[in-house]
């Protein structure tokens, strides 16, 4: 079979987040995500059978602190994405790797084995740079923004080898030294897995563009000239540099309601009334707006956030229409109720995305039947 992800819809979509708590939204709000076993399951059998794309988890390994200690419950990628590539059908099923936490040989068998579990589904997203405190967990040193880069670059060429190599062979960088490395099965996917990574410095972006096959990239409010300049030069140079071409996603943080009064409310709701502030604070570890939107000010997410869809089914597309315009290929959501609001989004926004032409009709009539309360 193809990976979905690779599917000839114009927006491709994943849900983002569900394996840790709160997702994407450090808020106190009611029914904010408290991860366990079957509510994941619930979410991910509901998406793969509305045809959404992709399921991407958060890695985590300590929460944020604050009211929620936000992310702080939270389910390991590799051995999440087993478990969910046996309930699931289509979806890519993705692991979020922390390069450091993990050596390559590991990683590689445990991709391969769930790439088998889930008929080739499985995507691998390799994230460079992490939470400072985790580091100190592991007893691993703090390494310097670009030494992080030359250590991943070390450890996905193994990856990517053993994935393809027949025959044993030896590496020897800065990092690691790997003696007749062997692996056995290939993944079923050829030549092997397709990669995400999100990379926003100078090094960051020509990595992705080396490497990945989803480029995972953040859009600003109020600055749609910058982001579509920003995500055609990062093209040019995987064609110009590597000869490559890539997919562009980002993340959106959703409110959708059936009136734009509703959303707006909610939204502010949920963000100012609710929002765990000092969580998001100690995520930022100090930079510029860690605290809450002031008076004027656009709202914005508290917590990963993302790109924040405010308001009806009709507006949320005329955006994500928009935002393909831009540039994306596809986009991963997250909500303060998974399990209502992705309901909402099956049986009432899917339908406007394939009217609109951003997506071709997939799911059964049973799958939207109307779920929101």
Not at 109 to 119: C, E, F, G, L, V
Not at 146 to 164: F, G, M, N, S
Not at 183 to 210: E, V
Not at 221 to 243: C, H, L, M, S, Y
Request: hydrophobic content about 45%.
């Amino acid at each position: 079979m193809t990976n979905a992800l690779f599917n000839d819809n114009r927006l491709k979509l994943g849900v983002f987040g569900l394996n840790v708590s709160n997702g994407c939204a450090a808020t106190t709000a009611e029914g904010h995500l408290q991860p366990t076993w079957q509510n994941n399951l619930d979410i991910a059998v509901m998406a793969d059978r509305a045809g959404i794309e992709a399921l991407v988890p958060v890695a985590r390994w300590k929460g944020f602190g604050g009211q929620t200690n936000f992310n702080g419950t939270c389910f390991e990628t590799y051995t999440w994405a087993a478990g969910l590539a046996a309930a699931t059908r289509e979806a890519a099923v993705f692991s979020t790797s922390h390069v450091p936490t993990i050596h390559p040989i590991v990683a590689a068998k445990q991709a391969t084995t769930i790439d088998h579990i889930s008929n080739g589904r499985f995507a691998l997203n390799v994230v460079c740079g992490w939470y400072e405190p985790e580091f100190l967990m592991f007893g691993a040193p703090v390494m310097e923004h670009d030494a992080l880069y030359d250590y991943a670059i070390e450890w996905l060429e193994i990856v990517l080898r053993l994935w393809v190599a027949e025959d044993e062979f030896d590496y020897e960088g800065r990092v690691f030294k790997i003696i007749k490395g062997f692996h056995q099965p290939k993944p079923i996917q050829k030549p092997f897995p397709p990669i995400m990574n999100a990379g926003s410095s100078a090094t960051g972006a020509r990595f992705a563009a080396q490497y990945a096959d989803m480029v995972f990239t953040s859009i600003a409010e109020d600055a749609d000239d910058e982001t579509t300049a920003r995500i055609r030069a990062q093209r040019a140079v995987g064609r110009e540099e590597f000869g490559r071409e890539f997919q562009v996603w980002s993340s959106c943080s959703v409110v959708c309601r059936p009136t734009e009064k509703e959303a707006i409310d909610y939204a502010r709701y949920y963000i100012l009334d609710k929002g765990d502030w000092d969580a998001v604070a100690n995520l930022a570890r100090g930079r510029r707006r860690a605290g809450p939107p002031g008076p004027g000010e656009r709202l914005r997410s508290p917590g990963w956030g993302g790109y924040l869809l405010i308001g009806t089914p009709e507006q949320i597309v005329d955006r994500l229409l928009h935002l393909t315009a831009m540039g994306l290929d596809g986009v991963v959501l997250s909500w303060v109720n998974y399990e209502a609001e992705l309901a909402h989004w099956i049986s009432d926004v899917l339908p406007v995305m394939e009217q609109a032409g951003l997506r071709r009709p997939y799911a059964s009539a049973h799958t939207r039947s109307a779920a929101w309360a």
